[in-house]
């Protein structure tokens, strides 16, 4: 089957840009309402019902058929013995890949996430005391694929962070199972099964427990707790509608750490890049489904022709052609702008989760960029390179939330509680303040807490 990608071609002088430009963009994060219902559901059932509702759900979505649900938990052993079973080359690039994202991740950690005080003039002291959470749950997806890239993303910086338990679970559908509404989607015969990679970067990420489980009856296992499955604190990691769903679901009885929708990357090119890179790296993002967005801004009208002709040339090679070309057709723009500015003030519109600088002078144009998941600076610098072992978290914000929000980090998996120690000098001053405030709230067994501190005039 030959495939054809046209991703839209815009230029910012147009009159009708602003209008064709928002169109492309837009992305609906409203599911289903019969995905809401279904989760619904199978929250509430699990919160009632526990073990018995998990095995079957599995059972329904998954085809795994088990006695209990300690008979779905995987075990330090079945981490190495997966790790010991891969090729050295898999062994070294998964402990190279969790080295560098905990190196990058513990020097995060130094830079702001410790216990601090300091005392004012009268004694009194301020300050924050940072603690880990105590048990947090990770989602790596499976079904359709294995992603240890992702398990590493969000167990090690958990792990750095001090969390004391990191219980992992990951959906592992039965040979030859269709799954219609739970896991990963639709499995084929042989997908999700017990992958290696995935057990094996459980081994060098410290996972603590995991549990063979996905889905929305994985998401509410983990928010309420079940006989056998513990309740955690917080919540992270991808999934399908139904995991989403479920996460929005449970947000408040756990923490979450975002709503994910499609992937996206923006390339923002001035044309002195191989045209065949810039290409690659739009599929990159394309590949992951359908909905996936890759966006090229460029004031140089040749090489966008230039970089099309390279998506011609280079798509009938790719194993997943079907879902580029859909992608990119689909959502998938390569825009002509009047400048590089020009081109910067787009980026920030959009607030894409991934932005390629591919220039020869990326630091001329990283201060004009505000909003971002995360910048790759310079030619050399493909997206794929954060995906898997650059050392910075790949877990971003997507939708333009990248306006407000930030990567996946080890404060994600820590706490401030404020430390407050009044001395009796500086009881004098804050609680006069506090009685005024008080009564004027009249709030009076506030200020009257406050002003039984107060020394007695004379």
């Known amino acids: 089957m030959k495939f054809v990608a046209t991703p839209a071609r815009l230029s910012s002088a147009a009159s009708t840009f602003d209008a064709d430009f928002s169109a492309r963009l837009h992305w609906s994060a409203e599911q289903d309402e019969a995905i809401e219902q279904r989760v619904k559901g ?3 059932d699990v919160r ?3 073990d018995a509702a998990v095995l079957d759900y599995t059972a329904r979505f998954d085809g795994l058929r088990a006695a209990g649900v300690a008979d779905l938990e995987l075990k330090a052993a079945d981490f190495q013995a997966a790790f010991d079973s891969l090729p050295p080359e898999q062994q070294q690039a998964l402990t190279e890949a969790a080295a560098r994202v905990r190196r990058y991740h513990a020097w995060q950690k130094q830079q702001g996430g410790e216990t601090a005080t300091y005392r004012d003039e009268d004694g009194t002291l301020l300050g924050q005391k940072v603690t880990p959470l105590d048990r947090v749950g990770i989602y790596v997806p499976g079904g359709k694929a294995a992603y240890p890239s992702s398990l590493i993303m969000n167990a090690v910086p958990a792990h750095v962070a001090g969390v004391g338990e990191i219980i992992m679970v990951v959906p592992t559908p039965a040979r030859g199972s269709v799954a219609t509404g739970g896991s990963g989607g639709a ?3 042989g997908q999700g099964e017990r992958n290696p990679l995935v057990l ?5 990420a410290g996972v603590t427990r995991a549990f063979t489980i996905g889905g929305a ?3 509410a296992a983990l928010a309420y707790g079940t006989a056998t499955i513990p309740r955690v604190d917080k919540i992270t990691g991808p999934g399908n509608a139904y995991v989403a769903s479920a996460k929005k679901h449970v947000f408040g009885q756990v923490g979450i750490d975002m709503i994910a929708g499609p992937s ?3 390339v923002l090119a001035d044309g002195s890049t191989p045209p065949d890179w810039v290409a690659m790296d739009l599929f990159s993002q394309a590949e992951h489904d359908e909905l996936a967005q890759s966006i090229l801004l460029c004031p140089d009208a040749a090489y966008i022709d230039a970089v099309q002709r390279e998506i011609d040339r280079l798509l009938p090679g790719m194993p997943r052609a079907g879902i580029i070309a859909k992608s990119l057709t689909g959502r998938g723009a390569l825009i002509h702008t009047r ?3 020009e081109a910067c003030a787009i980026a920030n519109r959009i607030a894409p989760e991934h932005l390629e600088v591919s220039s020869r002078e990326p630091h001329k144009w990283e201060p004009l960029l505000k909003h971002a998941g995360a910048l790759f600076l310079g030619a050399y610098t493909s997206e794929s390179l954060g ?3 650059a050392g910075p978290n790949h877990v971003l914000p997507t939708s333009g939330t990248a306006r407000f929000s930030s990567p996946l980090s080890v404060y994600d998996f820590q706490k401030r509680s404020s430390l407050i120690e009044v001395s009796a000098q500086g009881a004098q001053a804050l609680g006069r303040i506090a009685s005024v405030l008080a009564h004027g709230e009249g709030l009076q067994a506030h200020a009257r807490a406050a002003e039984l501190r107060l020394k007695p005039t004379r």
């Open 48 to 50: 009632t019902r526990g």
């Open 200 to 204: 094996a970067a459980a081994h060098v």
């Open 187 to 189: 499995a084929a015969a």
């Open 387 to 389: 995906d898997y072992c």
């Open 217 to 219: 009856q994985a998401v």
């Open 42 to 44: 199978i929250l509430a």
């Open 339 to 341: 400048s590089m500015e």
């Open 264 to 266: 996206e990357i923006l």
